[in-house]
């Protein structure tokens, strides 16, 4: 809980900063690159240098902390989309160009996430996020119909020739595991049983018995079992509701940004954050297989929790350059207006 604390802190001071002296923009100019290589170097470092926690090799260890690089490759990548698209619709690059660097320089790095990480789950939030891309910036739909064919491609490849992915799919009937739900569906059949025992207005705050006795990754991936066990259906739903307008706030901001690239960004990054909560709450309920990533804000992770505050920042220094403009409009015209009556008088 302490270390959780600690990284909630670092991530409002990241979100602070970045809102208050990072102009947004600062992501278009060619420091973006830079990002880019630093994500491919620290995927290499994964392969290389990485440990493994509950079978899966992600993270990096920083003196006492473990960071897990790919929760914050996800926003690189997304922001080299947003830069792209922006070159092509404002003319400085054609499209053709920029679909190539797409995949040289967001399709590659993905392909050795997916291969290296087995990170299914971030490959296909940005994936999904980079069609958004697509689509606000509405570029030709050859490109889109490209991309979501590569992707159903490599999806289907990454099941066929993976076992434990194939056995994910236990999420259709979890109890059909060969053992009635006491093998491989045993996490997906407690996290149903926390839902059933919170009924409408839940168990009470620590008085869940699936976290401290049977549901395994209680804090991490199944996060929202509890809360609807511990907060029932009203708390379920509250929590739902706040991602929704987290959303609705992130899709004003892009309306309203001053130009291209901050639509993209704010529209992209804030779908981004729902989408990761859908897919969470869908493996909870058992919609989607489990992909074991953390529900954004609540769960534990500090990687996940400071990537995610650093959205926040970046959503925020879009909204805050969108009021600047409005002010300096307005200033504008009431200047225009005091400067005609002068002429008047």
């Known amino acids: ?51 493994h926690v509950l079978g899966a090799q992600r993270w990096l260890r920083l003196g006492p902390l473990s960071v897990q690089p790919s929760e ?96 994910r799919f236990l999420f259709l009937n979890p109890w059909n595991d060969g053992d009635n739900g006491r093998a491989k569906g045993y996490q997906l059949v407690h996290s149903y049983y926390a839902l059933a025992q919170g009924g409408i207005a839940g168990v009470g705050l620590g008085n869940s018995r699936e976290k401290f006795l049977y549901l395994p990754e209680s804090e991490t991936d199944f996060v929202f079992s509890i809360i609807g066990e511990e907060f029932g259906l009203i708390g379920a739903c509250i929590v739902i509701a706040l991602f929704v307008l987290f959303f609705y706030c992130g899709m004003r901001i892009a309306q309203g940004a ?25 493996c909870a309920i058992g919609v989607f297989p489990t992909t074991g990533k953390p529900l954004p804000f609540i769960s534990s992770g500090g990687s996940s929790l400071v990537s995610t505050f650093i959205i926040v920042g970046i959503l925020l220094s879009i909204s805050k350059a969108s009021g600047e403009g409005r002010f300096a409009e307005r200033r504008g015209e009431f200047m225009y207006v005091q400067s005609n009556r002068t002429q008047r008088r």
């Not at 970045?18 to 923009?25: D, E, G, N, Q, T």
């Not at 092509?88 to 160009?97: A, T």
């Not at 030709?140 to 020739?161: E, G």
């Not at 001053?258 to 869908?282: E, H, K, T, W, Y």
Request: hydrophobic share 60%.
């Open 1 to 51: 809980m302490l270390d959780q604390c600690k990284f909630c802190l670092i991530g409002v001071v990241c979100a602070v900063l970045i809102a208050k002296f990072l102009p947004y923009r600062i992501f278009a100019g060619k420091g973006l690159y830079v990002l880019v290589a630093g994500a491919c170097l620290s995927l290499i470092a994964v392969c290389v240098f990485g440990h």
């Open 72 to 167: 914050f490759i996800k926003i690189i990548l997304v922001l080299m989309a947003c830069k792209l698209v922006c070159d092509v619709r404002e003319g400085r690059i054609s499209q053709s160009s920029g679909f190539k660097q797409l995949l040289a320089l967001v399709a590659a790095p993905l392909m050795v996430l997916l291969i290296t990480q087995s990170d299914l789950g971030t490959s296909i939030i940005i994936y999904v996020s980079i069609l958004v891309v697509l689509w606000l910036g509405e570029l030709d739909k050859r490109y889109w119909i490209i991309v979501i064919v590569a992707s159903c491609a490599l999806l289907v490849m990454a099941i066929i020739f993976s076992s434990y992915r194939s056995s």
């Open 258 to 282: 001053p130009d291209l690239f901050g639509r993209l960004c704010a529209g992209s990054l804030a779908f981004m954050v729902a989408f990761q909560a859908c897919i969470n709450i869908g």
